[in-house]
């Protein structure tokens, strides 16, 4: 090997990690290893000093991690350093799984020992065979276990995990999920377009990489390894197998480690599908900047590999189109159109989900069990937040479900049989049905203290009648309801300081003490806490906002703001994010729009999707003079002011003349406020030149405005 003359040889060192550790001379062999392996190279045959021999090293590894692994227990030094994270990998080269023309070299080396099959049953084998992976020798074995013209169902399903060849096709399994009618429509475009391009040779190929955001549960995992199977069948993968990541797998932990775990998880992946989860954990500080090495890293080879590879980027809705946003190279490998929304399962969904756990487990359900389980279903789902687990929901009740069917069998042998009765519901599932139904509190409690608002509290009259409604069907008919009362999206109306804030914050209260709303708190934003400063930024903002609201009331003040900055403003996309909340979250949360009377209007005219979701619009007139007089008076005995008659009568004056002066801009009872607190003031710096000894002699006069208080001063 280190003779630089004579013909050029190569030495191949089979299950080298085995003869290395093994040899009984191991210094004499690192020695000449590590002699030969720092030698030149050079072009010139027989140059001095120099070597063109080769030594091949084949390790019986899987993959470069578990040959990282053996590298500390190797005798040669330079071996170790090749082998090591720290180093450049260039001599190193992973021999992939067998391909066709291996496999089918196997097939006629089987059927030497008189095996045989049928021509359809060898093209199945094969597909199976590539898209599962493994190498010669396994699949000699299992090759060999079979009987002439045995039916080779079973022991398929038992070898193939990644596709199971001769049942249904990847496109009929996808059609067969529940729900995802969306995404299977978006999935089958997808398949025709590829399926045109194959069939014209100008066509240009499209980029294949998506991006599936959802909550969990959603069947994200599910599609990602449908997808490969669909293009596997397509002759797009070779594959079309699935390998799942997070982050963390993509991260070194020390440097030049990063893009080497990368590369192997890209490696493992090729010709098949490369799932990475929450891969906006990739973009964390915390990370320490591995993350974004990985992510460029990533890019790099879902470019260079676009014909070998699939990678589908997974995650939350807000924290993936953020994601996106965070390297410029994302949008371009995936465009808008290849980003897969996957949404909550509806409660109809969710039951059919919950009935296939059961059903698969050999039982049946009551049909009282049956009633039960859909209401829990449904309450489920109204409380959900963003980290419902969809799917996951439905698997944990099922396995509740069965544990306590389980103790009821064995205290019940021999009445026991497969069949999920009432009783075989835990307590804590029964929970979210076993609640107080929602009762006519009193509406009045929205006004008390509350002067006017006549024209108001007449519009929440058949919300309330609504409500003792449901109540009467159920003492008298003693039935489930059917028809569920919901809170509605309103929109207020009117000047500053008609009430409309105020309001907001009481309706919150009499909805949780009605139980239609499970908290009844008032989050109170305006344009500035919703919209972002730069793309993507605005849905997380207003859904941030949106999950802080839930099950109480969102008041968005001046909302028509929202419209008012050109067609290029964020404003529009919460709008959009909007839309959907009210649809969605239409069981636990209020919206309340409130602003000026006419931009009001128009802003719901220009967007009809929005309008046509909130039904109740709600005029706030200005208060008349003598209201406003009798609110100053009430907010001044509430403090525990004196307010005499002819203060108040001095009041209607003054108010009069500034809601002349200020028009538009007055502001009802903000206006109020101002003034009493000017009143305040002025009795104040009155008092502290009153003498001492008279106001000792009368107290009550510390405590009680005059007409002079009303005087604007300086």
Same mark, same amino acid.
């Given at each position: 090997?280190?003779?630089?003359?004579?013909?050029?040889?190569?030495?191949?060192?089979?299950?080298?990690?085995?003869?290395?550790?093994?040899?009984?001379?191991?210094?004499?062999?690192?020695?000449?290893?590590?002699?030969?392996?720092?030698?030149?190279?050079?072009?010139? &045959?027989?140059?001095?000093? /120099?070597?063109?021999?080769?030594?091949?090293?084949?390790?019986?590894?899987?993959?470069?991690?578990?040959?990282?692994?053996?590298?500390?227990?190797?005798?040669?030094?330079?071996?170790?350093?090749?082998?090591?994270?720290?180093?450049?990998?260039?001599?190193?080269?992973?021999?992939?799984?067998?391909?066709? @023309?291996?496999?089918?070299?196997?097939?006629?080396?089987?059927?030497?020992?008189?095996?045989?099959?049928?021509?359809?049953?060898?093209?199945?084998?094969?597909?199976?065979?590539?898209?599962?992976?493994?190498?010669?020798?396994?699949?000699?074995?299992?090759?060999?276990?079979?009987?002439?013209?045995?039916?080779?169902?079973?022991?398929?399903? @038992?070898?193939?995990?990644?596709?199971?060849?001769?049942?249904?096709?990847?496109?009929?399994?996808?059609?067969?999920?529940?729900?995802?009618?969306?995404?299977?429509?978006?999935?089958?475009?997808?398949?025709?377009?590829?399926?045109?391009?194959?069939?014209?040779?100008?066509?240009?190929?499209?980029?294949?990489?998506?991006?599936?955001?959802?909550?969990?549960?959603?069947?994200?995992?599910?599609?990602?390894?449908?997808?490969?199977?669909?293009?596997?069948?397509?002759?797009?993968?070779?594959?079309?197998?699935?390998?799942?990541?997070?982050?963390?797998?993509?991260?070194?932990?020390?440097?030049?480690?990063?893009?080497?775990?990368?590369?192997?998880?890209?490696?493992?992946?090729?010709?098949?599908?490369?799932?990475?989860?929450?891969?906006?954990?990739?973009?964390?500080?915390?990370?320490?900047?591995?993350?974004?090495?990985?992510?460029?890293?990533?890019?790099?080879?879902?470019?260079?590999?676009?014909?070998?590879?699939?990678?589908?980027?997974?995650?939350?809705? @807000?924290?993936?189109?953020?994601?996106?946003?965070?390297?410029?190279?994302?949008?371009?490998?995936?465009?808008?159109?290849?980003?897969?929304?996957?949404?909550?399962?509806?409660?109809?969904?969710?039951?059919?989900?919950?009935?296939?756990?059961?059903?698969?487990?050999?039982?049946?359900?009551?049909?009282?069990?049956?009633?039960?389980?859909?209401?829990?279903?449904?309450?489920?789902?109204?409380?959900?937040?963003?980290?419902?687990?969809?799917?996951?929901?439905?698997?944990?009740?099922?396995?509740?479900?069965?544990?306590?069917?389980?103790?009821?069998?064995?205290?019940?042998?021999?009445?026991?049989?497969?069949?999920?009765?009432?009783?075989?519901?835990?307590?804590?599932?029964?929970?979210?049905?076993?609640?107080?139904?929602?009762?006519?509190?009193?509406?009045?409690?929205?006004?008390?203290?509350?002067?006017?608002?006549?024209?108001?509290?007449?519009? /929440?009259?058949?919300?309330?009648?609504?409500?003792?409604?449901?109540?009467?069907?159920?003492?008298?008919?003693?039935?489930?309801?059917?028809?569920?009362?919901?809170?509605?999206?309103?929109?207020?109306?009117?000047?500053?300081?008609?009430?409309?804030?105020?309001?907001?914050?009481?309706?919150?209260?009499?909805?949780?003490?009605?139980?239609?709303?499970?908290?009844?708190?008032?989050?109170?934003?305006?344009?500035?806490?919703?919209?972002?400063?730069?793309?993507?930024?605005?849905?997380?903002?207003?859904?941030?906002?949106?999950?802080?609201?839930?099950?109480?009331?969102?008041?968005?003040?001046?909302?028509?703001?929202?419209?008012?900055?050109?067609?290029? @403003?964020?404003? &529009?996309?919460?709008?959009?994010?909007?839309?959907?909340?009210?649809?969605?979250?239409?069981?636990?949360?209020?919206?309340?729009?409130?602003?000026?009377?006419?931009?009001?209007?128009?802003?719901?005219?220009?967007?009809?999707?929005?309008?046509?979701?909130?039904?109740?619009?709600?005029?706030?007139?200005?208060?008349?003079?003598?209201?406003?007089?009798?609110?100053?008076?009430?907010?001044?005995?509430?403090?525990?002011?004196?307010?005499?008659?002819?203060?108040?009568?001095?009041?209607?004056?003054?108010?009069?003349?500034?809601?002349?002066?200020?028009? &538009?801009?007055?502001?009802?009872?903000?206006?109020?406020?101002?003034?009493?607190?000017?009143?305040?003031?002025?009795?104040?710096?009155?008092?502290?030149?009153?003498?001492?000894?008279?106001?000792?002699?009368?107290?009550?006069?510390?405590?009680?405005?005059?007409?002079?208080?009303?005087?604007?001063?300086?």
């Amino acid at each position: 090997m280190e003779q630089s003359e004579g013909p050029l040889t190569a030495v191949v060192m089979l299950q080298a990690e085995t003869f290395l550790q093994h040899q009984s001379d191991q210094r004499s062999l690192a020695a000449r290893i590590g002699r030969w392996q720092t030698q030149p190279i050079n072009a010139v &045959r027989g140059a001095r000093g /120099f070597s063109n021999n080769i030594c091949l090293f084949v390790f019986s590894a899987f993959s470069e991690v578990q040959l990282e692994s053996l590298a500390n227990r190797l005798p040669v030094p330079e071996l170790r350093a090749i082998l090591s994270e720290q180093t450049e990998k260039r001599d190193i080269y992973q021999i992939m799984y067998p391909g066709t @023309d291996e496999i089918n070299r196997l097939f006629e080396l089987v059927k030497t020992t008189g095996r045989r099959w049928s021509e359809n049953q060898q093209k199945i084998l094969l597909r199976g065979i590539i898209a599962e992976g493994g190498n010669l020798s396994l699949w000699t074995r299992r090759l060999m276990m079979i009987a002439n013209h045995e039916d080779m169902s079973t022991k398929m399903r @038992d070898w193939f995990t990644q596709y199971i060849p001769g049942g249904k096709s990847a496109l009929q399994q996808l059609d067969d999920l529940v729900g995802l009618e969306k995404v299977k429509g978006h999935i089958k475009q997808n398949a025709a377009l590829m399926q045109l391009m194959q069939t014209n040779s100008n066509f240009q190929k499209p980029s294949l990489h998506m991006m599936f955001v959802g909550n969990p549960g959603t069947g994200k995992t599910t599609v990602a390894r449908l997808v490969g199977e669909i293009y596997f069948e397509m002759n797009l993968l070779k594959r079309g197998h699935l390998v799942q990541a997070q982050a963390s797998d993509l991260i070194g932990e020390v440097v030049g480690a990063t893009a080497i775990k990368t590369n192997h998880l890209v490696n493992r992946a090729l010709d098949g599908v490369l799932f990475i989860d929450e891969a906006y954990m990739l973009t964390e500080e915390a990370r320490g900047g591995f993350g974004q090495e990985a992510l460029d890293t990533l890019i790099l080879r879902m470019e260079d590999d676009r014909d070998r590879l699939v990678v589908i980027f997974a995650g939350y809705p @807000d924290k993936m189109l953020a994601f996106r946003q965070s390297n410029p190279g994302l949008p371009r490998r995936i465009p808008e159109e290849n980003i897969i929304r996957f949404d909550d399962f509806s409660p109809d969904a969710l039951l059919k989900i919950l009935r296939n756990f059961i059903e698969q487990a050999g039982f049946e359900i009551d049909e009282k069990a049956h009633k039960k389980l859909y209401q829990i279903v449904i309450e489920m789902h109204r409380q959900r937040n963003e980290h419902f687990g969809n799917a996951g929901e439905m698997r944990n009740l099922h396995e509740a479900i069965l544990r306590q069917w389980a103790l009821r069998a064995i205290d019940n042998e021999s009445e026991s049989t497969h069949v999920i009765l009432p009783e075989d519901i835990p307590a804590n599932y029964l929970g979210y049905i076993d609640r107080k139904i929602p009762e006519a509190s009193n509406l009045d409690d929205i006004f008390t203290g509350l002067v006017g608002m006549q024209p108001v509290r007449e519009a /929440f009259q058949g919300l309330s009648a609504r409500i003792e409604y449901q109540q009467l069907v159920r003492e008298v008919a003693g039935s489930d309801i059917t028809a569920i009362v919901r809170p509605q999206h309103m929109a207020f109306l009117g000047n500053p300081g008609t009430g409309k804030t105020t309001v907001a914050r009481r309706m919150g209260e009499y909805f949780a003490s009605t139980g239609l709303l499970r908290k009844g708190h008032c989050v109170e934003v305006s344009r500035v806490n919703l919209v972002g400063e730069h793309v993507g930024e605005t849905a997380i903002k207003t859904m941030q906002v949106v999950r802080k609201a839930l099950d109480g009331v969102l008041f968005i003040d001046e909302a028509y703001a929202l419209s008012e900055q050109g067609g290029h @403003d964020f404003g &529009r996309e919460v709008i959009d994010t909007l839309i959907k909340v009210l649809e969605d979250y239409q069981d636990r949360l209020v919206v309340i729009f409130a602003g000026y009377s006419a931009e009001m209007q128009t802003f719901l005219h220009t967007n009809p999707g929005l309008a046509s979701r909130v039904p109740l619009i709600i005029d706030f007139p200005d208060f008349s003079l003598e209201e406003l007089a009798t609110i100053l008076k009430a907010m001044a005995e509430e403090e525990g002011y004196i307010f005499p008659d002819e203060v108040k009568v001095k009041a209607l004056l003054a108010l009069s003349k500034r809601k002349q002066d200020m028009t &538009r801009s007055f502001g009802n009872g903000r206006t109020v406020r101002s003034l009493f607190e000017g009143m305040r003031v002025n009795l104040s710096r009155r008092l502290l030149n009153m003498d001492r000894e008279m106001l000792q002699q009368n107290p009550h006069l510390l405590y009680q405005f005059e007409v002079s208080d009303l005087k604007s001063r300086s």
